[in-house]
């Protein structure tokens, strides 16, 4: 098998092969995706090329652009790849990786077209070289099959529940070898699409006092996969994943209790619940938990100080949102003292970590001189971003900074297209905002 494995999505062919060839020339083995997965379909992409090739490579090399970001496979190979030490993620466009990546400062070879002196192509090679005889010197080959028995149940965990800051040991298989072998026969079978056979094998793992197993059974009851959807069941089997310590249980017992809200009860367990995966260092569970704390709920009256202690320990994990609401906390001065400055290096250490909200608070901030210079070109820069990931707010702002133009040249043909994208996904103020500038536009013409 090749030293290094490139992941990408199928759009992305020609810049995998364009990297393959260099790489090459450069004394790298290297395989990419349509070595490995030749005329398989998306089943067996998943099995085969997570399965084998990735155990095998010493490096994965994951393109990442816009195409990826919306590919499973590509995302859950990152995954897997970076539990196992073994992700190289390069951008290839303007696309920023997700947050639970981990990675500060990836190659970006956006820009690239092939040529080897490249600075951001010599970095990438200084590292794949760094990574291929460290690894060769511990000998992982030797290991692989133990690593991928022992990684993969987490791997899939944590990438499918965008969970972050939790080590897989949490999610170690539970209730002996029936369990074990059931789970990871139902989670194969989970992530292939093949649910009716998934939950026979995911209840028969629950049964034996598998927490992970009933927490995928709780999310395949609430989203309706392969089985009629039915909350009430899905909080049954996420509360018995949570009774066997299952973190991931935990944080979808408070979500389960979240959705139905229709009692003080209801907030109280929900909080219950996100305290207990909190305590296991669930950093989700420490957000939910925190927002739970900030408003109110749950509680007798709300706790923003505590709320500040469960959004730092999320923060603390790498969680994006949780720096947002610490943001959002000095901003208003709720719990911590007032303080924009504080509150503007939490907006871009949340950006950073792609958090849209503090892209667009942070947008703001630089529009209006907030904490910051005034900048409108970094105030679009900032809307763009969170508008890829269509943050109504954003695109609604990035409207309003396109009909004045600011930061950009004043086009109101563009201004029209943001406005309307985000009257569709509910922003109220672009409505008018988009019957404004068609009037203009009308005017014109």
């Not at 991931?248 to 809200?261: H, S």
């Not at 790498?318 to 208003?332: E, H, Q």
Request: charged share 25%; aromatic share 8%.
């Amino acid at each position: 098998m090749p030293q290094i494995l490139i992941r990408h999505a199928p759009q992305d062919q020609a810049a995998a092969r364009r990297l393959r060839d260099a790489l090459e020339h450069q004394g790298f083995d290297v395989a990419d995706d349509s070595d490995v997965d030749a005329g398989a379909g998306l089943g067996e992409r998943a099995r085969n090329g997570i399965g084998s090739a990735l155990n095998a490579a010493r490096c994965v090399v994951v393109l990442w652009s816009n195409s990826a970001r919306g590919s499973k496979a590509v995302r859950l190979g990152a995954r897997v790849a970076r539990l196992a030490g073994k992700l190289v993620p390069v951008r290839i466009d303007a696309s920023d990786l997700p947050a639970d990546l981990g990675v500060a400062r990836p190659a970006d070879l956006s820009s690239w077209q092939g040529d080897i002196v490249h600075p951001e192509f010599r970095r990438l090679t200084e590292t794949l070289d760094r990574a291929v005889s460290v690894r060769r010197r511990r000998g992982e080959r030797s290991r692989a099959r133990v690593w991928f028995v022992r990684v993969t149940v987490g791997a899939l965990l944590v990438a499918v529940g965008a969970v972050t800051g939790v080590g897989f040991a949490r999610f170690e298989a539970r209730g002996g070898p029936v369990a074990r072998d059931s789970l990871e026969a139902g989670l194969a079978q989970f992530f292939n699409g093949q649910y009716v056979d998934a939950e026979t094998r995911l209840r028969r793992a629950a049964e034996a006092g598998n927490g992970a197993a009933a927490y995928y059974l709780a999310r395949m009851y609430r989203d309706g996969l392969g089985v009629r959807s039915d909350p009430a069941r899905a909080l049954e089997w996420a509360e018995k994943g949570a009774a066997h310590g299952n973190a991931l249980a935990q944080n979808m017992v408070g979500l389960l209790r979240d959705a139905r809200g229709v009692s003080v009860a209801d907030d109280k367990a929900a909080l219950a619940a996100w305290l207990e995966a909190a305590g296991q260092g669930l950093a989700w569970g420490a957000f939910n938990a925190g927002y739970f704390l900030e408003a109110g709920r749950g509680v007798a009256r709300p706790d923003p100080v505590r709320a500040f202690e469960y959004y730092r320990r999320a923060a603390d994990d790498g969680n994006a949102a949780a720096g947002n609401a610490i943001g959002d906390l000095y901003r208003a001065g709720r719990g911590v003292p007032q303080d924009l400055n504080r509150a503007t290096a939490w907006y871009r250490w949340a950006a950073d970590r792609g958090s849209a909200a503090a892209e667009l608070t942070l947008g703001y901030l630089y529009a209006n001189g907030q904490g910051v210079p005034a900048n409108d070109a970094r105030a679009v820069a900032l809307y763009e971003r969170a508008a890829r990931q269509n943050l109504p707010g954003a695109l609604n702002n990035l409207g309003f900074m396109y009909e004045q133009g600011r930061g950009v040249t004043r086009n109101l043909g563009e201004a029209a297209t943001f406005f309307r994208r985000a009257a569709e996904l509910g922003e109220k103020d672009a409505e008018g905002n988009l019957a404004r500038v068609l009037e203009a536009i009308r005017k014109r013409q």
